[in-house]
C-alpha cells in the first residue's frame, strides 16, 4: 500500500470526524434551543394556570362570601320568623288560658250558687216533711189512743158483763 491511499484514508476520517463533530455541535445547540423553549413554554405554562388558580379561588372566595351573606341573612329572618311566631303563641295561649280560667271559675261560681240553693231547698223540704211526719204521726198516735181507749173500755164492760153473769 502507498502512502497516500492511507493520507487519503486518514483525510477522509478526519473529515468525517469534522463533520460528525461539526453535526453533534449543531445537534447540541438544537437541544439547548429546544430545552429553553421548552422551559419558556413550562414557566409560561405554570404562570398561566398559577394567574387562573388564582382568578378561580377569587371567584369561588367571593362566591362563598355571597352564599354565607345570603345564608346568614335567610338564618337571621328564620330567626326572626320563629322568634314572632312563638310570642304570637305564648300570647295567644296565655289569652286562651286566661279564657278557660274566667270560664270555670265563673261555672264554679254558679255550680256553687245553683248546689248552695239546691241543698237549701232540700234542707227545707226534709224539714216540712219531718214535720208534717211528726204532725202525722202524732195524729195518728191520738187516734190510736182514742181508738184504744174506746175498744178497751168495750172489753172491761165486757168482762164486767161476763163477771156480773157469772156471779149471779
Not at 409560561?44 to 378561580?56: C, K
Not at 351573606?69 to 337571621?76: F, K, P, R
Not at 300570647?91 to 261555672?107: D, F, P
Not at 204532725?135 to 189512743?145: D, K, N, P, V
Amino acid at each position: 500500500m502507498t502512502a497516500q491511499p492511507h493520507e487519503e484514508r486518514t483525510s477522509r476520517l478526519e473529515g468525517a470526524y469534522e463533520q460528525v463533530a461539526d453535526r453533534l455541535t449543531s445537534l447540541d445547540g438544537n437541544l439547548a434551543e429546544l430545552r429553553r423553549e421548552l422551559g419558556a413554554g413550562l414557566s409560561g405554562l405554570r404562570s398561566e394556570m398559577n394567574a387562573g388558580l388564582g382568578d378561580l379561588r377569587s371567584e369561588m372566595n367571593a362566591g362563598f362570601g355571597t352564599l354565607r351573606s345570603e345564608m346568614n341573612a335567610d338564618l337571621g329572618t328564620l330567626r326572626s320568623e320563629m322568634s314572632a311566631g312563638l310570642g304570637t303563641l305564648r300570647s295567644e295561649m296565655s289569652a286562651g288560658l286566661g279564657t278557660l280560667r274566667s270560664g270555670m271559675s265563673a261555672g264554679l261560681g254558679t255550680l256553687h250558687s245553683e248546689m248552695t240553693a239546691g241543698l237549701g231547698t232540700l234542707d227545707s223540704k226534709m224539714t216540712a216533711g219531718l214535720g208534717t211526719l211528726r204532725s202525722e204521726m202524732t195524729a195518728g198516735h191520738r187516734s190510736l189512743i182514742v181508738a184504744m181507749t174506746g175498744q178497751t173500755a168495750l172489753i172491761i164492760g165486757a168482762v164486767i158483763g161476763v163477771a156480773f153473769a157469772l156471779h149471779r
